[in-house]
């Protein structure tokens, strides 16, 4: 069974930066798994931030491309979201999830591995 817990967020002035980062237990890397971040606004449904696979392949929400960037440490199970130039609505509930690819790239919906989700706060 798969085990996400996140860490790192908290809250921060615009402009500012934060790193959240999630363990993975009970997860082995398969080929076609992978790992990554969505966030939910308060009223708004859960929407995708960013992925990595194995091969470390990354992709971005267009919102957020050139300001976050997700890495891995294989070793450690861990994936971390490096957050620069933070923005008011960057604010929401960030949640790691784990899954096979396609399913992390599908949607909130398809994805079966959630972490409890840490907290950012972006003020103006």
């Known amino acids: 069974q798969v085990q996400l817990v996140e860490s790192g967020g908290g809250s921060v002035q615009a402009g500012g930066s934060l790193r959240l980062s999630c363990v993975a237990s009970g997860y082995t890397y398969y080929s076609d798994y992978c790992m990554g971040w969505f966030r939910q606004a308060p009223g708004k449904e859960r929407e995708g931030v960013t992925g990595?696979?194995?091969?470390?392949?990354?992709w971005y929400a267009e919102s957020v491309r050139g300001r976050f960037t997700i890495s891995k440490d294989n070793a450690k199970n861990t994936v971390y979201l490096q957050m620069r130039d933070l923005k008011p609505e960057d604010t929401a509930m960030y949640y790691c999830?784990?899954?096979?690819?396609?399913?992390?790239?599908?949607?909130?919906?398809?994805?079966?591995?959630w972490g409890q989700g840490t907290q950012v706060t972006v003020s103006s």
């Open positions: 999830a784990a899954d096979l690819c396609w399913r992390l790239v599908q949607g909130p919906d398809e994805v079966r591995n």
């Open positions: 990595i696979d194995r091969d470390d392949n990354t």
